[in-house]
């Protein structure tokens, strides 16, 4: 971890002297409309003669102001909308930023001693090429840092509004890398262009996200060109912290999430998965709760009704197929996406999420979350290896990016800031789920098992799946009997309601559990509603973590339960029976289907299954741990005894 001195601190102060320059740009830029190039300027082929300035003596005939169009868009001359107000603000405050930093390359790089140089006409024609490569630099460092911090502000400004604005850019910014103010008037001129074309910007949200627009693809056009910049060591080789922000420059590096695309992945059917009976009905109750989302009204009837928990995690020993379970989700939502015509985004942690740069940690975790608040799509977001970024704060050695990660994240899974449509989830996998921040175990509602092949006809289905690829090439080669008690796959098939796997669980199989269980149940039944307040009281007392929030979780999955029914098959061989309705119509449906299947159920049943499932894994993975470390002790003294045997042998 970075201490802070390690980076280089953008202060108030610094900005304070670019203010009234960034002003005057917001308020008028000139030029005019970039001529062709003749053919003797060389085009592209040397960067100090792409396109002459926009705003060169020559060509300054035009003015344009980014004011005024926040005045028209606003509606008024003398007080802007919010919306105009943010943007303008964030440009302006861009160019600042810009500014300072481009001063503090030009005197690392040492341009500042060439500039001085040229005005005296004394430069020699190596260090004509290097003042020319400098500026280039300083131009195109420039152009970064404005654009970087206005998408980093306004990616964060989005409403839901902006999100659904149609408006797009119509043409690619030009750009000119000649100076630094050459390159910004030219920038802001043609922005400004874009947003006073008649009928281009008609509401707020317009003018907010063709602004967003323009300067990412800004951003990306310096991106494409950095590797023909020279000299960029003197910005390259250090980091900048926008002081009381989350705003930081490692180079050209750039995390943007908004243009945040579909990570590819290994497609798996469910099939293929031996075992884990629980996680896979899981898995296929997630991706039809999904994609029961409604793009239009942003709403999830699912959600609203209460079946659809929006943080899970499975957990298993190393090789269970828990990765494969991530694949398998991922395939069968982004199949039924596309059938349906719903953007899908696969979105994984990535393992880079902790930084090594003070505050890189959080904002890395903020642009991983914001996706998920993304309203025009279905997201599914796994943390696959999570007790690497989200390991228990109070274990020695833990950093202090790690604790910056699990703050975004439990900021953003519950409570003000954890706005969800019923279009994203987020799943959590880990071989050791007692490493899992406290805090954030209890955000998870939903818990499961990845324990894979667990009986011999799973192993056996294992092997089949194996041997299979011989079968297929020469069905003489496989020279072994097959069962005559047990026809393959049988196991693997899918189950119709958790009802199957939970059957006869009402028992405890946790110590801890049980003791509580059988000291409530002396005095109360199952049946009554006090039994189930009395419990939680009790069990409080004997695991002081367990809170009212596990409750809420408990009663999520309970809900779920209710709602364990398969969506019809005519839903999905024709989808204007359903997903193509309005959405009260889809969510009546979900509602009969509920009641119907509420009439084969006991509530009192599920009620006490949900509780003992949810209470036993609660204990079972605060005591892994525990059991772990004595595992590690009786094997370290199994080991002496041998030790000291074979010693006595010899």
Known sequence: MESSASSLPIRESHLVEFRERATAMIRAVSGKPRATPSPSSGGDSLPFQWAQSLTTPETQNEKTSLLEAAQRVSGDKTLLSDETHHVLSAVRRGLQIAMYIQSQYTRFSGLDTLMAQNSKGVLVDRQKAEFRDKHVTASAITLFVTAYYVVHELTRFQSEETSASKVELEALPDLTLQSPVTALNSVLFQLAGHLLEPGSVRTNADFVKLTLRFFEAVLAEIQRRRESLAYTEPFTSNTYRLEGSEFFLDGFAADISDASVSVEFNRVDLAQIVGNRDAKHKARRLASRLICYDPKTQRNPFEELGGLATVRMGYGKPGTGKSLQIAATATLLHDWCA?????????????????????????????????????????????????????????????????EVIAVFLRNTEGAYAVNHGNAVIELFTNLPEQIDKAVLSRIIDRFAVDGARTWQDFLDQDRMWWQDFGDVDRGFVDMQDPKDYQYLTDQQEIGSLARVYEGRVEPREERV?????????????????????????????????????????????????????????????????????????????????????????????????????????????????????????????????????????
Request: aromatic share 10%; glycine share 4%.
């Open 514 to 650: 049980r003791e509580v269980f059988g000291k409530v149940r002396a005095s109360h039944e199952p049946n009554e509603h006090k039994f189930f307040a009395v419990f939680f009281q009790e069990l409080q007392k004997e695991l002081p973590y367990f809170s009212s929030r596990d409750v809420r979780n408990i009663q999520r999955l309970i809900n779920e339960r209710i709602m364990d029914f398969d969506l019809p098959d005519a839903w999905f061989e024709n989808p204007t029976h359903f997903f193509g309705k309005p959405y009260d119509e889809k969510k009546n449906a979900l509602v009969d289907l509920m009641r119907q299947n509420m009439k084969g159920l006991s509530f009192a049943e599920i009620r006490l299954q949900e509780t003992v499932r949810y209470c036993d894994e609660f204990v079972r993975i605060a005591e892994l741990d525990r059991e772990r470390r004595l595992e590690q002790l009786v094997e370290q003294m199994q080991m002496q005894a041998k030790a000291q045997a074979r010693l006595r042998g010899n």
């Open 339 to 403: 059938e349906l015509g719903i953007p899908f985004l696969f979105w994984p942690m990535p393992d880079t999420v902790v930084s090594t740069f003070q505050g890189g940690s959080a904002e890395r975790m903020m642009n991983w979350m914001r996706p998920l608040k993304d309203p025009t799509r279905i997201v599914y977001a796994p943390i696959d290896d999570a007790e690497n970024n989200l390991e228990e704060r109070t274990r020695q050695g833990v950093s202090a990016g790690v604790r």
